[in-house]
């Protein structure tokens, strides 16, 4: 999705990550560098307990690193966590609203926390419910709503104070085609418009056709990235799926463990 006419060196990378480092009983992320341009839909794959979620949950502040670098648009993450977080979002795999809040009342919440100047947090809310079609449910409390508009909620909320960085950890789990189709419309329109995208997802496919470059981790480090036709190349199978390109890579990684 990345405007190719725009010189990626002529601004800071939308994320670099140093030497990152996390364990708990086992090591998790270990010694991750990874770069991801700004403007770029980056989608980051690996198998389950590859690393995926505690990599994005250090990026957002949310798990602090054992050791290494975080930076986002130049903002040394560790030194100045604040500063970060007011240009990035971070959407996990499950919703978290506040199930008595409706979606216009959360998103005006959301706004506030941010520090959005009110007149512009009520445009970008009514924007943002009006594209994922949520409007005519804009006044009804959100614990009634099924997990797909659940989703879409919690994704108006991550956009709502305009994220330069958006992270997005299997956001299409268990949404219908349509909720979905419309999720991926929006996330394209928001990286056609400036913004940067990190995304997981076991859907393949999703990642095959959106994604400008595609990283794969395995048991906390990156073993390929590139372009969809560059990982091919690395693979051997030049006109392959994604899928096929991915289990050849991951499977040397799990008949070592």
């Known amino acids: 999705m990345q405007d190719q006419s725009v010189d990626a060196g002529s601004q800071p990378a939308a994320l670099r990550l140093s030497d990152l480092r996390k364990a708990f009983t ?25 690393g995926k979620t505690t990599t994005l949950r250090m990026v957002a502040g949310l798990l602090p690193p054992d050791d290494g670098g975080i930076e986002i648009f130049g903002v040394d993450a560790r030194r100045d966590p604040v500063a970060a977080k007011r240009i990035t979002a971070w959407l996990p795999d499950e919703p978290m609203l506040y199930d008595k809040l409706d979606p216009l009342e959360y998103l005006e919440f959301v706004a506030g926390l941010w520090g959005v100047e009110p007149k512009r947090a009520q445009q970008s809310a009514v924007e ?14 959100c614990e009634g709503f099924s997990r797909g508009m659940k989703q879409k909620v919690a994704l108006a909320g991550a956009l709502v104070h305009e994220p330069k960085l958006l992270m997005l950890d299997e956001p299409l789990t268990g949404l219908d ?3 979905a189709r419309q999720v991926k ?3 394209v329109a928001r990286c056609r418009a400036g913004a940067s995208i ?12 959106l994604a400008d470059r595609i990283g794969i981790i395995h048991h906390g480090k990156l073993i390929a990235e590139g372009t969809l036709a560059e990982l091919r190349d690395v693979a051997g199978q030049k006109n392959s799926s994604l899928e096929d390109v991915f ?11």
């Open 198 to 209: 990190i995304l997981t997802t076991h859907i393949l496919e999703v990642a095959e056709r």
């Open 26 to 50: 086992k090591t998790a992320v270990d010694g991750l560098d990874l770069t991801v341009r700004a403007g770029e839909f980056y989608a980051l794959l690996g198998p389950n307990g590859a």
């Open 177 to 179: 085609a349509a909720i």
């Open 128 to 141: 943002l419910l009006e594209v994922l079609e949520l409007w005519p449910h804009r006044h009804e409390l």
């Open 247 to 257: 289990l050849e890579l991951t499977r040397p990684m799990e008949r070592a463990a």
């Open 185 to 187: 419309d929006l996330l």
